[in-house]
């Protein structure tokens, strides 16, 4: 991949979405459901290559006034190592900074060793005060 990237904010289609979590080592997504979750998105952030391949991205979802939840930071492993998790964090948080409501909430569900990326960016860890819970379908 050449070493020009293009930030921008438009969803990916359910395709490469399911794609680069793969790639990246997230874990997978059925299309249909992708399809109507990125729809539903507050604010995406994609990074694309010279030939328009997605090799990044992250999203905001939540109710837009009092929660927020960043998910789906992806970064494709050809791509990893350059500061692309941090560009994608950067603009993530940009926004929450100029939209979130006060004393609204901004969550997400750090992967080892990533929660030392979010730490960067103002997140704390929440225990012992409370822990995050999850159910899988």
């Known amino acids: 991949m050449d070493d020009q990237i293009e930030l921008c904010h438009e969803a990916p289609d ?5 794609a680069l979590r793969l790639a990246a080592g997230l874990s ?3 299309i249909a459901g992708a ?8 604010y995406v952030v994609t990074l694309r290559g010279d030939d328009g391949q997605l ?12 929660f927020y939840h960043i998910v789906d930071i992806a970064v494709h492993p050809s791509q990893q190592g350059r500061g692309f ?14 939209n979130a ?17 979010y730490l960067k960016f103002g997140f704390e860890y929440t225990q012992p005060k409370s822990v995050g819970m999850y159910r899988r379908y």
């Not at 399809?35 to 507050?42: C, D």
């Not at 090799?55 to 009092?66: A, H, P, S, Y």
Request: aromatic content about 6%.
């Open 85 to 98: 998790g941090k560009l994608i964090m950067k603009a993530l948080t940009d926004y929450l900074d100029a």
């Open 28 to 30: 997978p997504k059925d």
């Open 101 to 117: 409501h006060p004393g609204s909430y901004a969550s997400l569900i750090a992967d080892v060793p990533a929660d030392q990326l």
């Open 14 to 18: 359910a395709e490469e979405y399911t």
């Open 55 to 66: 090799v990044g991205m992250g999203r905001i979802i939540g109710d837009g006034g009092c």
């Open 35 to 42: 399809r109507i979750a990125l729809k539903q998105s507050i």
